[in-house]
């Protein structure tokens, strides 16, 4: 089995590779601490899974879950992040993940995750499958964030920490201008007025830790 492990802490990467040598025997692994590094381990050869984490330098998870997609529709992507459900869970299915597990779960179900994407399935837990259930229950209208862009979704999570807009464009290598531009759809999206708002909102959809 060839896996492609892409996560920015070694620790995590060397235990999942002992996790699926130990339950599938022989297996060959590529690495990779950024998104750059994982889209260029991508190609190096075909690849029969990829697990991807969603807090990255350089793009984050969900954006190279796209770019992965495009190119390689077929192999499955599973996400294994720190993030809870609440947040991502919903945004990575729709961009194609194959499942969604946060870091907190057992080695038994990774493996159980595994098998069920190797074998074209999706893998979602059985709290997020009854979300979605009542979700498909309740009326058609979508929550004020799905209504935002991956990146737009990922810079109002940060807004929501209380981090200044400066620092916001520190970390994801963007001007502060279009920063700043992102913030403004946030807000014509969403409907709200200024930050304080926005991270009321965060908070009481649990969207922030």
């Known amino acids: 089995m060839r896996v492609l492990i892409a996560d920015d802490h070694a620790v995590v990467r ?3 590779k002992e996790i699926l040598t130990d339950e599938f025997g022989r297996c060959t692994f590529g690495e990779a601490k ?5 889209f260029i381990q991508a190609q190096k050869q075909d690849w029969d899974l990829v697990i991807l984490d969603i807090a990255m330098p350089g ?3 969900l954006e190279l879950l796209g770019d992965l997609k495009q190119i390689w529709p077929h192999v ?3 996400i294994l992040s720190v993030y809870s459900e609440e947040q991502f869970a919903r945004r990575a299915l729709k961009g194609g993940a194959a499942g969604y597990l946060t870091k907190e779960s057992v080695p038994e179900e990774l493996v159980k995750a595994v098998r069920k994407v190797l074998g074209g399935g999706r893998y979602i837990s059985t709290s997020l499958a009854e979300k ?3 979700d498909l229950a309740a009326s058609g209208d979508k929550p004020l964030h799905e209504l935002l862009s991956d990146r737009e979704f990922q810079v109002f ?3 929501a920490s209380g981090k200044a807009v ?3 464009a520190n970390e994801l290598a963007l001007s502060v201008k279009t920063v700043s531009t992102y913030r403004g759809r946030i807000l014509d999206k969403t ?6 708002e926005l991270i009321r909102y965060a908070v009481q959809n649990h969207l922030v830790e």
Not at 34 to 38: G, L, P, R, V
Not at 191 to 196: D, E, I, L, P, Y
């Open 166 to 168: 400066k620092e916001i």
């Open 157 to 159: 999570r940060m807004i």
């Open 191 to 196: 409907g709200m007025r200024n930050n304080a």
């Open 76 to 78: 499955p992507v599973l």
């Open 14 to 16: 060397r235990g999942l």
């Open 59 to 61: 793009k984050s998870g």
């Open 132 to 134: 979605l259930a009542w």
């Open 34 to 38: 950024t998104s750059q590094e994982a």
